[in-house]
């Protein structure tokens, strides 16, 4: 069964710093990855995602993901970030054969903290 | 334009009570999805339809049952409510052929008491 781990439950990063949020994912096949944004009170946002091609991929608000193959993983990273970052942050994983059909397979989530 | 609607945004109601959440999508989709996320903020698949058929139905009571009346709108209504049940539910939607790239409807939030 397909699983995604994020390992941290919370992250504090001060404004104008890098970030880093890190994706792990266990699959049998290339996996579909996203990643997406749930500010307080709100749905949630896709920030980007991967099918194929170049592994590093841009994504909304500055935000940009690495998928490596041989790590399993798909961090979520932003080279400065801003007061209005602080959200939690959702790590995704879809069926490898595009059908559509099946739900997404969440992680746990990060929630992040940006302290002035 | 809401791309994903849902209604009502908040829901309090008794244990046993009956009740529905509908949800509407206007991206031409023709898939769409129902999330429970608990409160701890884990988001789970309840449900998925596509072309009015039922696709996946992960291990949620038969309390609880999705009804399609159109490729636009997925409702989900929900039997003798429990107070395990308060959650935010969340609806989504894709089109088969994207990646399952899934648009997310703002979440309602289920009260039982």
């Known amino acids: 069964a397909q699983s995604v781990t994020q390992p941290d439950i919370h992250i504090t990063v001060s404004e104008g710093a890098s970030l880093e949020l890190r994706c792990n994912y266990s699959?049998?096949?290339?996996?579909?990855l996203f990643w997406y944004v749930q500010s307080p009170g709100q749905g949630l946002q896709l920030l980007l995602k991967?099918?194929?091609?170049?592994?590093l991929v841009q994504g909304i608000k500055g935000f940009e993901a690495e998928f490596k193959r041989s790590q399993s993983s798909f961090n979520l990273r932003k080279p400065s970030v801003h007061w209005s970052d602080a959200a939690e942050y959702f790590c995704a994983v879809g069926p490898y054969s595009g059908g559509g059909a099946d739900g997404l397979t969440f992680g746990k989530g990060t929630h992040l903290i940006i302290q002035p | 334009d809401t791309a994903v609607s849902q209604t009502p945004k908040y829901l309090v109601t008794q244990m046993g009570n009956d009740k529905s959440i509908k949800c509407e999508q206007n991206?031409?989709?023709?898939?769409m999805y129902w999330y429970k996320q608990d409160s701890k903020k884990f988001l789970k698949i309840m449900f998925s339809?596509?072309?009015?058929?039922?696709?996946i139905n992960e291990t949620v009571p038969n309390r609880f049952s999705p009804k399609s009346p159109d490729k636009a709108h997925l409702n989900l209504h929900i039997n003798s409510l429990e107070l395990g049940d308060s959650a935010v539910y969340f609806c989504a939607s894709s089109h088969r052929t994207s990646g399952n790239e899934q648009f997310f409807g703002p979440g309602t939030r289920l009260t039982v008491l």
């Open positions: 699959y049998g096949a290339t996996p579909y």
């Open positions: 991206l031409g989709h023709d898939t």
């Open positions: 339809y596509n072309n009015k058929e039922l696709i």
């Open positions: 991967y099918f194929s091609g170049d592994t």
